[in-house]
T-cell receptor, first 111, second 113 residues
């Protein structure tokens, strides 16, 4: 069974601070996605990383896939209140229909 | 943009009632999924369908069934609702050409009293 561990579970920071969220596993994934979910809504796809060592940027968000494709990180620069939400990582093994989800990091950015 | 819609945002049902949750996607995706999301437990897969009339059990299928008669529509059925099925239910779809990305609907918050 593939597992994804996310840390930290909760994060409360002031506007303008930087933060990093981690997603770790002992399993290799063929791809990994990051989602953001706002309260009462469904998760929204932010990015997919596929290649080991890959780095993708989405405005102030930087996503990295580990070289061995077992872990990933999300770094937010100069966090804003609009970044508040639940961040989920999800990975898929080769040929699998299913995604393995982490339990999420709940981020609160205080103005 | 992919659009996944769910029939209700909020639903309140009584114990023992039969409950239907419907999901429709507009991107001609082959695969569709039903999850429930509970605090501390994350997203758990109930059922998924990889084609019309095809279904597979996920991690927690007990107490649920599904129906997929048309490609765009995937229904989740609670045969006899119980209070422990109070949860947020999320539908998702995926095309076979994507890197396994799933696109989610807005969710249905179901309360069983």
């Amino acid at each position: 069974t593939q597992l994804l561990e996310q840390s930290p579970q909760f994060l409360s920071i002031q506007e303008g601070e930087n933060l990093t969220v981690y997603c770790n596993s002992s399993s290799v994934f063929s791809s990994l996605q990051w989602y953001r979910q706002e309260p009462g809504e469904g998760p929204v796809l932010l990015v997919t990383v596929v290649t080991g060592g890959e780095v993708k940027k989405l405005k102030r968000l930087t996503f990295q896939f580990g070289d061995a494709r077992k872990d990933s990180s999300l770094h937010i620069t100069a966090a804003q209140p609009g970044d508040t939400g639940l961040y989920l990582c999800a990975g898929s093994g080769a040929g699998s229909y299913q995604l393995t989800f982490g339990k999420g990091t709940k981020l609160s950015v205080i103005p | 943009d992919v659009k996944v819609t769910q029939s209700s945002r909020y639903l309140v049902k009584r114990t023992g009632e039969k409950v239907f949750l419907e999901c429709v996607q507009d991107m001609d995706h082959e695969n569709m999924f039903w999850y429930r999301q509970d605090p501390g437990l994350g997203l758990r897969l109930i059922y998924f369908s990889y084609d019309v009339k095809m279904k597979e059990k996920g991690d927690i299928p007990e107490g649920y069934s599904v129906s997929r008669e048309k490609k765009e529509r995937f229904s989740l059925i609670l045969e006899s609702a119980s209070t422990n099925q109070t949860s947020m239910y999320l539908c998702a779809s995926r095309g076979v050409t994507d890197h396994y990305e799933q696109y989610f609907g807005p969710g249905t918050r179901l309360t069983v009293t």
